[in-house]
């Protein structure tokens, strides 16, 4: 019984697989046809593709096109220690700098999360006018 449970799929399919040669070959010559595109400037002005819909209150349904919100703006300045200055003011791990927390905050840099974003933050490379420190044995 289990054999015949597993004989007659197998015989549907291969009498429902019927393509050729010539037919695979086929498919690919229509793969490799060069097939026109749309202009950049039909889409520049086509709209938002993404939409979230949602239920109101009323039990409607609403239609939301997200709208475009400007990159933040962060500079982080400094790393001393387990604080780093972003934005002119000191922040430690947890902290909320203008939506993002602070994750981690390493010797040469900073990650930041918001939800899904992350940012990670870096020094920039020393200049020559800095005065450097140097430890004393």
């Known amino acids: 019984m289990k054999k015949l449970l597993i004989i007659v799929p197998l015989c549907v399919t291969a009498i429902y697989a019927d ?3 010539k037919q695979i070959e086929q498919m690919i010559e229509k ?3 060069k097939r026109e595109g749309i202009g950049l400037d039909i889409l520049e002005k086509t709209s938002e593709p993404f939409v979230k819909i949602e239920k109101s209150e009323d039990n409607k349904t609403v239609i939301k096109v997200p709208d475009e919100t400007p990159d933040v703006k962060l500079s982080l300045h400094a790393i001393m220690g387990k604080r780093a ?5 000191w922040e430690k791990v947890d902290d909320v700098i203008m939506g993002y ?3 981690y905050i390493g010797k040469r840099g900073v990650v930041l999360r918001n939800g ?7 020094l920039g490379k020393p200049k020559g006018n800095l005065i450097m420190l140097e430890e004393r044995d």
């Open 19 to 21: 393509l050729s040669v």
């Open 101 to 103: 927390t602070v994750k």
């Open 116 to 122: 899904n974003t992350i940012k990670t933050l870096f």
């Open 31 to 33: 793969i490799h046809l």
């Open 85 to 89: 200055y972003i934005n002119d003011k």
